[in-house]
């Protein structure tokens, strides 16, 4: 995801919904792909308001969640959002300001009407007449300014946005028939433990692993390939190089460099002593090369040559 974000500032925005819909969406899971096309149609209305001639397209990246901290049933979307944004006649121009009131109400508004569409019958209908009564100011939508905005800080963001249901180091203990876990609720600091059965600790994971074939991660925009705005794009990350494109030279120069990177370590660096190794001589056992050309290289006339 990195590698394709342009070196200039984005937003990380979070859509919500509501708990009376998570039922519909556990039920029918092709309703989840609405959640996608609505949160990038919020975005793309809320751009395109600014100057309808031009017809402003940001760039937008889509991932879903279906997962709370608690790991209850709660799917919502985190959009990684870019605050340059292409017209139709090529410019650019940057948005860095967002309207919050009108950015939810667009949201709860594109959501339900794509869900009406969807989901035809009376209760349902009346539902969606009880959610505007009852949510005037719209879905909640949190998007806060990023003030320092760095290469370091869109990574957090990317990998906040790809993390998985539940940390390896949130599991606290298991003794054979309960698990301990521990999770921080919104809008408190409080680590609070909570100890499942390990059944129903298995039913809490289960039901977030996604379909077969189900994409969780979704581009809008100039960062979808489909896009009439992609061609820009392209023209903009050659003179305004992404964030990971520098980064990646420097990494996969050297198989030393790559191994540096997966594995946090020097792999020419002593674990006992810390000295680094040096490079004497690389010694090939002839049985092996014989092994290799009888059963995987015959034919090869290289390999032939080698033997």
């Not at 819909?21 to 556990?26: E, P, V």
């Not at 300014?145 to 993390?163: C, L």
């Not at 876990?181 to 909570?194: I, Q």
């Not at 581009?219 to 794009?233: A, E, P, V």
């Amino acid at each position: 995801m990195s590698s394709k974000l342009l070196n200039c500032a984005h937003r990380h925005v979070v859509f919500t919904i509501p708990e009376e819909l998570r039922k519909y969406f556990a039920h029918d899971r092709r309703l989840l792909n609405l959640l996608y096309d609505a949160a990038a149609e919020t975005i793309t209305y809320r751009f395109n308001s600014r100057n309808k001639s031009e017809n402003y397209i940001p760039g937008m990246i889509c991932v879903l969640h279906t997962f709370g901290r608690d790991l209850k049933w709660n799917p919502h979307i985190h959009m990684v959002l870019c605050e340059d944004a292409v017209g139709n006649s090529n410019t650019w121009k940057r948005f860095d300001h967002i309207n919050y009131e009108g950015l939810r109400k667009s949201w709860q508004f594109s959501l339900l009407k794509k869900l009406s569409a969807k989901i035809i019958c009376p209760a349902f209908k009346t539902l969606v007449d009880k959610l505007y009564a009852n949510h005037n100011s719209g879905f909640y939508v949190n998007s806060p300014p990023i003030k320092h905005f760095s290469a370091g800080v869109i990574n957090y963001i990317v990998r906040y946005a790809g993390r998985p249901v539940l940390a390896q180091s949130r599991i606290t203990h298991y003794d054979g028939d309960t698990v301990t876990f521990t999770y921080t609720p919104h809008g408190s600091n409080e680590l609070v433990s909570e100890t499942l059965p390990v059944f129903d600790f298995i039913k809490k994971l289960i039901i977030h692993i996604p379909e077969r074939g189900f994409k969780m991660i979704r581009y809008y925009g100039f960062y979808c390939r489909r896009s009439t705005k992609r061609k820009q794009y392209l023209k903009r990350a050659k003179k305004m190089e992404t964030f990971e494109v520098e980064n990646m030279k420097r990494i996969y120069c050297s198989w030393r460099k790559r191994m540096m990177h997966s594995f946090l370590r020097d792999p020419l660096k002593c674990i006992y002593c810390g000295t680094t190794l040096d490079f004497i001589e690389l010694f090939c056992d002839p049985r092996k090369i014989k092994f290799y050309f009888t059963y995987v290289g015959r034919g090869d006339p290289y390999l032939e040559r080698l033997a």
